[in-house]
């Protein structure tokens, strides 16, 4: 089964730090990059941080360095470090990308679903 799995989400306090994981399960990320997404409670999802199959990185300019994305291609697995946690930053994180299957079936703009990130002041 194709899935995209995030964790890592929880409860911190101001000034904190977590680290976010996104696998990809039953299917191997794509030649195109990997975003970590948010939407907070009666917000639009907004693109937080991005990187490509090479490594590029890009950030969302509230984030910019706090938060740093990587990945572990052999893990296919993409991070999210989140230091210096906000109250602002609390939201659902998402992760997409596009996958391949078995077969080399193509499953794009997929999402998983998603982990509670809640900062306390």
């Known amino acids: 089964q194709v899935q995209l799995v995030e964790s890592g989400g929880g409860l911190v306090q101001a000034g904190g730090s977590l680290r976010l994981s996104c696998a990809a399960s039953?299917?191997?990320?794509?030649?195109?990059?990997v975003g970590w997404y948010r939407q907070a409670s009666g917000n639009k999802r907004e693109l937080v941080a991005g990187?490509?199959?090479?490594?590029?990185?890009n950030y969302e300019d509230s984030v910019k360095g706090r938060f740093t994305i990587s990945r572990d291609n052999a893990k296919n697995t993409v991070y999210l470090q989140m230091n210096d946690l906000k109250p602002e930053d609390t939201a659902v994180y998402y992760c997409?990308?596009?996958?391949?299957?078995?077969?080399?079936?193509?499953?794009?703009?997929?999402w998983g679903q998603g982990t509670q990130v809640t900062v306390s002041s």
């Open positions: 039953g299917s191997i990320f794509s030649d195109n990059g």
């Open positions: 997409n990308a596009d996958l391949v299957g078995s077969g080399g079936t193509r499953y794009n703009d997929y």
């Open positions: 990187i490509s199959s090479g490594g590029k990185t």
